[in-house]
């Protein structure tokens, strides 16, 4: 009967990481060599929580480079009729990877603190104390390269909490170090590595969440569903509404289908195209939706559609 389409889609230049590329350059050179730091730290002083923070530090350098390839694979030109969208969800399969990286790193620092708590290692604090304060500046430096991306794409958003837990790790670092130089209690430093592998796992965890809920094509949390049906039927002329979808393609690609049911008489007075026009403007002033698609209805027609979605 009829479709319109609003092409939207993330900013112009790709998909909403892509605006973020080079910050993520950035982070990814300071977590090198912030990599490189720790492992030398954690030989010369023999701290568990120095080489903790370096796998997790690890893992920030693997994630940020694997948000680099997926930015750039998002972003390549569509070159088959089947990616209609592109490869867009490369973004979110790569903060999904991001997690099970996290989740491993913790797994294996919880084993390893339980062992030192039963048999403490010596550990120099001051030596300790040293790496563990530059390895907190340079994490804090990429926070602030990464802090407005991750507000933008889930890519980011991955890159962007690893970068955090870690930057508290170096905080349970410094202060395991501390602990030892003025207590001389050893069992401070696997007590730290503990902390920083609970800091680890429940961010690893909701991020998985979040990018599970996009591949299952989840409606986005700003955008309830509820309320985009009583705006759609709100408008003059519309007496039904079925089959509405809203997902997300990828961080700052929202879509949205429908079936609007219009009266005869509304579609006869202002024609199919006037009547997009307002479903556009309604949908474009209240929400963030970036692809919307509609089948125009006259009155009756659902009765002929099988298997309906309500």
């Not at 001389?184 to 599970?212: K, N």
């Not at 199919?272 to 209240?286: R, V, Y």
């Amino acid at each position: 009967m009829g479709a319109g389409h609003h092409h939207g889609g993330p900013p112009q230049g790709g998909t909403a990481g892509a605006a973020h590329r080079r910050r993520l350059t950035a982070a990814l050179a300071i977590a090198c060599v912030l990599l490189v730091a720790e492992l030398v730290g954690a030989a010369l002083t023999g701290s568990l929580a120095l080489l903790a923070d370096a796998g997790h530090v690890a893992t920030d350098a693997v994630g940020i480079g694997m948000a680099l390839v997926a930015i750039h694979v998002a972003n390549r030109p569509v070159r088959s009729d089947r990616r209609t969208f592109g490869f867009a969800r490369v973004e979110v399969l790569a903060a999904l990877a991001n997690c099970v990286l996290l989740l491993g790193v913790g797994g294996y620092i919880l084993v390893e603190a339980i062992g030192r708590l039963r048999e403490p290692a010596e550990v120099p604090g001051g030596l300790t104390v040293v790496f563990g304060v530059a390895g907190l500046l340079l994490n804090c430096l990429s926070l602030a390269l990464l802090m407005r991306g991750q507000r933008e794409s889930l890519n980011v958003r991955g890159a962007f909490l690893e970068v955090a837990a870690d930057a508290l790790g170096s905080v349970a670092v410094v202060a395991a170090a501390l602990v030892i130089m003025f207590t001389g209690w050893q069992a401070a430093d696997p007590v730290a590595s503990l902390l920083i592998a609970l800091l680890i796992v429940p961010r690893a965890v909701r991020l998985a969440r979040e990018a599970i809920d996009v591949l299952l094509e989840t409606a986005p949390k700003d955008v309830r569903i509820a309320e985009v049906r009583d705006h759609v039927l709100g408008l003059p002329g519309v007496e039904g509404l079925h089959d509405l979808h809203v997902w997300t393609i990828t961080s700052g690609m929202p879509a949205l289908s429908a079936h609007v049911v219009v009266a005869r008489e509304t579609l006869d007075a202002v024609g199919h195209e006037e009547m997009l026009h307002a479903l556009q403007g309604c949908l474009g002033e209240h929400f963030d939706v970036a692809h919307c698609t509609f089948q125009l209805e006259p009155s009756g027609h659902a009765a002929h559609e099988p298997g309906l979605c309500h």
